[in-house]
């Protein structure tokens, strides 16, 4: 690298590797029929739901709604949480679960068939292949993963023990969706060149730093498990976790992997190498909070781009969309809207010439379908797209955290230097438009991180040539939270 300038380092080792159009990689089709349910009690399948917040709750219910599964245990390091849960099913379904407050005694209960995992991110990897370990099938949410190494873990668990694992990326589920994708992939709108990925979603300062105590029905050295326990910062102590990095993932990691999903799918690309760089930072909320609430992610792959926007503070739809993605091809557009649940493909005028209603779709009956006849290749959302989407989601907060923060003009002289990104350098312009509206600091304040251009090889799943980076794939897991 000695003899190369950095543009043509980014021109000769960035770019170089030849792009491989993959295919649609849509499943086969279910085992069976989503109402062909086992009504026999000898066949009920026994579930254990761990962490019952606000999406595990979801996970009981569609669980204890079926005839062939029977939500057996509820488990939460919150007693509080775990108790009201347990009576609200009670009342909804006439039994109530056994309330469990440590995972490892759920893990280690032979009668458990099914293990759904609802808890913080920083627990989602652990706790899965805890579960696979002891011989159970795993529905687990996303992102899959706190870092790339454990999402990596979790997959090789699902093949070494031959367990069923299903990510919760509900919306690959969606008949809609999945007709919308294999239209793009038809190649009707030509090469797709761009996926852009919006996660244009209002948020709210969490408060400005203290010190708290967590609720005292909290067990907080389970609830921390394999993270630090340190002093709680925050005033709100469920949820608001999503915003510090030692649990959570920031917004990317928590709605945006749905829309990163969907942009990462559709776009079906591969390479050997890959590259990344974000763009952004956490304005105006001024709070406890650690992790950005703006951001641009853009990931290169060869002649392809990925852009993925985070906006929390008050801003314009793109296209019509706040939450969705849009795919540019060579011979027109798609527009996926997540929030109405549809997608229109446009030609090269911008008029519409296919529509996607996304239907119904049971991603829970997909996964007890798969666990019933054995097939992985039957799940929509198998753990291995699971960890791809997450993945991407970490590179881009590995870019952001290892960046410099800049005055605007200094970003866009960044954005103006790297090739091969398309609409990089417009979409920056449009990020500090966004930022300046909503009234950005004039003075020393005004700063935007710009990350470092990161090359990763997807194949290894390590960065190339930058040992600093590498230290974010992985963390060292508290004892005894910690894999075998």
Sequence with gaps: MQNHSRRQFLHDTLWSAATAVIASNLPLQPCFAGDQQSRSPSERLRI?????????IDHATAFASRQDTE?????????????????????????????????????????????????????????????????????????????????????????????????????????????????????????????RGL??????????????LPPPSVNYDLWCGPAPVKPVTRKKFHYDWHWFWDYGNGEIGNQGVHQMDIARWGLGADTKRSSVISFGGRFRFNDAGETVNTQLAVYGYGPQSLLFE???????????????????????????????????AFDLDNRPI???????????????????????EALHADILEGHLSSALCHLGNISHRLGNDLLPEAA?????????????????????????????????????????????????????????????????????????
């Design 310 to 344: 985070i906006r929390a503070l008050e801003t314009a739809d793109r296209r019509g969309v706040r939450i969705g993605v849009i795919f540019e091809g060579t011979q027109g557009s798609l527009v996926w809207n997540s929030v109405q649940a549809g997608g229109i």
């Design 199 to 212: 996660c244009y979603k209002p948020r709210r300062s969490i408060g400005p730093p203290g010190s708290y």
């Design 71 to 195: 939500v057996a245990i509820i488990c939460d390091a919150d007693t509080d949480t775990g108790q009201k849960r347990c009576d609200e099913l009670l009342e909804k379904t006439g039994r109530r679960p056994h309330f469990e407050q440590d995972l490892r005694k759920v893990i280690d209960n032979k009668s458990i068939d099914i293990v759904s995992i609802a808890l913080p991110n920083h627990w989602h990897a652990l706790a899965a292949i805890w579960a696979m370990q002891a011989g159970k099938d795993v529905y687990v949410e996303k992102p899959v993963s706190h870092n790339i190494a454990e999402g990596r873990a979790v997959v090789d668990s699902a093949r070494k023990y031959k367990r069923i694992c299903q990510t919760g990326t509900q919306h690959r589920s969606l008949p809609g969706l999945r007709d919308a994708i294999a239209y793009l992939h038809s190649g009707k709108l030509g090469d797709v060149k761009i996926a």
């Design 354 to 376: 296919e529509t996607f209603l996304a239907g119904a779709g049971d991603h829970f009956d997909n996964f007890v379908q798969a666990v019933r006849c054995r097939r992985v």
């Design 48 to 56: 254990a739901v761990l962490g019952v917040g606000k999406r595990g």
């Design 412 to 484: 866009r002289e960044i954005a103006a230097r790297i090739e091969n990104f398309d609409s990089l350098q417009e979409t920056v312009e449009q990020l500090v438009a966004h930022l300046r509206a909503n009234r950005w600091p004039t003075g020393d304040d005004r700063y935007l991180r710009a990350g470092e251009l990161l090359a990763f090889d997807t194949r290894l799943e390590k960065f190339i040539n930058h040992s600093r980076a590498d230290t974010y794939l992985t963390r060292a897991d508290r004892k005894p939270f910690v894999a075998e």
